[in-house]
């Protein structure tokens, strides 16, 4: 769940900076030099960045004390 947490948060953190950057080229703005070819990479390299960076941070959690794999016992 907190690997999908952490993928989801950088998948909405790039379609956030891409929609600011279609609406600045939108707006007129001239030597941008954006294309579709610029979105789709940058899409696919900050979603792939976000599951990365969940799954580092994950791995790093499972040896700090008070760390759990999984949901509390009930």
Do not use: C, H, K
């Not at 790039?14 to 954006?34: A, D, K, P, Y």
Request: glycine content about 18%.
């Amino acid at each position: 769940n907190r690997i999908m947490l952490g993928a989801g948060a950088g998948a909405m953190a790039i379609i956030i900076w891409e929609s600011i950057e279609f609406l600045i080229m939108v707006s007129g703005t001239t030597g941008l030099n954006l294309s579709y070819g610029d979105t789709v990479g940058d899409l696919a390299l900050s979603a792939a960045g976000g599951v990365a960076g969940a799954i580092g941070v994950v791995l790093l959690r499972i040896g700090e004390p008070g760390a759990r794999a999984g949901p509390e016992p009930q």
